[in-house]
């Protein structure tokens, strides 16, 4: 009798020290914690994979704001725009593009100030200026991105473009500060090409 009653005893104290459902209980908090790291895992890999792409994107495009009228009626102020950083690496830049670059100019707090224009003359070309027209190589230049009674000012008489550098205007040619002023540019101070105007979202389109 006393053998079972001890067997009985050790019985009990068996299930005492370990109450009901705190097996389950450790079951679930660890299950909890797997769930949670591999969740944290998850996104420190998502978080890294977008980080890397952000930065090869950031090698190949480039935003930007147009801060001016000098480019009205095809662009306005406030527009925002993406650059093709890479668009001259492999091809050489063609009569009509918009692009954005380096200049000698300081804006009002004595920062860089970059400029954004059309290319309208090559390297190798001689451009001229005259009766509101603008001809290259003698030839009168079509411009349909421009109004039709627009008529382009300015003291250009044969100017020869050198090498690698091109002949610029904005197309609000009477308030334009562009190779009529500055002379012609180099290639080595493009930024980039402007491809795309992203706002405002009603005229989203490629350029």
Known sequence: MNNMENEYMEES??????????SDQREIEESSNSNKNGFLKSLLKDLLVAAVLAILLMQFIKPTIVQQTSMEPTLHPHDYLLLNKQAYRFSEPERGDIVVFHTDLKTETGAEKLLIKR??????????????????????VKEDYLPNDLLTA????????????????????????????????????????AFVRLYPFNSIALL
């Open 154 to 193: 300015g003291e250009v008489t044969d100017c020869k473009i050198p090498k690698s550098s091109y002949f610029v205007m904005g197309d609000n040619r009477p308030v334009s500060n562009d190779s009529r002023q500055l002379g012609t540019i180099a290639k080595e101070r493009f930024i980039g090409k």
């Open 119 to 140: 290319i309208i003359g090559l390297p190798g070309e001689t451009i001229s200026i005259m009766n509101g027209g603008v001809y290259i190589d003698g030839k009168l």
């Open 13 to 22: 104290k068996t299930h005492a020290d370990y109450p009901a459902g705190e």
